[in-house]
């Protein structure tokens, strides 16, 4: 059984919380069953009040995602990090998510080599301190190169090196960097917990948005140049049991692009 989710920053990150329940209620939101939480939204909410307004409309939170500095918080004996990491666990916990899913940076000041060692040593970390809470640490594939985890090669040396990580197929990610999502699917599929599906579409004329030159538009699901029905057999040939999060990182015709992204879900799964 596939299960579709919305990012619940969208709806959430500019709305007071007594809108979170107005938010849920949404025609374009009718159908889904859990959403993704962000560490940066949780800071303007109260997280209790988050997972009543949440089990009021039978939603789980399906993981929770938090990006940090390494080399801000990676000092010596590596306590600080050990401490915003708990912290972060700790609010997972309130809303009761199995997945924590960090996405380490480093500044431009540290080369590549030095930099991904420290964010292996953090994934390495957030694995080693999520497992008492009975949650599992879990990485994705990120857009932007310099996060060195942005190709298939990347993803590959990362789960090669820590077993215990989870890994997040993010099905749009890849466009940034050229990379063939279809591979990442093949050779990783025994590591996929969770998937961000995401359509991206190449835009010529006018694009919202631009990234080395090539515009583009985050669009709903099915609608783009991502192979997302290709995708989706893989995962129902490989009896892939966890949750569909519809990520869709664009505010132009957000409700529509949902709405539109859920219906082409539920008429693929049925």
Not at 61 to 90: M, N, W
Not at 112 to 120: A, F, G, N, Q, S
Not at 201 to 224: H, L, Q, T, Y
Not at 263 to 269: A, D, E, G, S
Request: glycine share 6%; hydrophobic share 35%.
């Amino acid at each position: 059984e596939f299960y579709a989710s919305i990012e619940s920053d969208y709806y959430t990150v500019n709305a007071a919380l007594d809108t979170l329940d107005e938010a849920l209620n949404l025609p374009a939101l009718q159908g889904l069953s859990c959403v993704d939480g962000d560490t940066k939204v949780f800071n303007q909410y109260d997280l209790h009040e988050v997972k009543r307004a949440l089990d009021n409309h039978g939603i789980q939170t399906s993981s929770v995602y938090h990006v940090a500095c390494c080399d801000e918080i990676c000092g010596p004996g590596r306590e600080r990090l050990k401490d915003d990491l708990k912290f972060q666990l700790d609010r997972c916990a309130i809303v009761d998510t199995k997945m924590f899913m960090p996405v380490p940076n480093c500044s431009q000041a540290i080369a590549i080599p030095e930099r991904r060692k420290l964010m292996i040593e953090y994934f390495c970390t957030a694995a080693e301190l999520a497992t008492p809470y009975g949650i599992q640490a879990v990485m994705e594939n990120f857009s932007r190169a310099e996060s060195t985890f942005a190709t298939v090669e990347d993803v590959g040396c990362y789960l090669d090196q820590i077993p215990q990580l989870g890994y997040v197929l993010d099905t749009g990610n890849f466009w940034f960097t050229h990379s063939d999502v279809l591979d990442a699917c093949s050779k990783y599929m025994s590591r996929i917990v969770h998937v961000h599906i995401k359509d991206m579409k190449d835009i010529s004329d006018n694009p919202p948005r631009i990234f080395e030159g090539r515009g583009f538009d985050s669009v709903a699901i099915g609608s783009g140049d991502t192979p997302i029905e290709e995708i989706l057999k893989k995962l129902k040939q490989y009896q892939y049991s966890g949750t569909l999060s519809i990520e869709i990182s664009s505010a132009v015709q957000l409700e529509e692009k949902l709405s539109d992204s859920i219906r082409y879900l539920k008429n693929w799964t049925n």
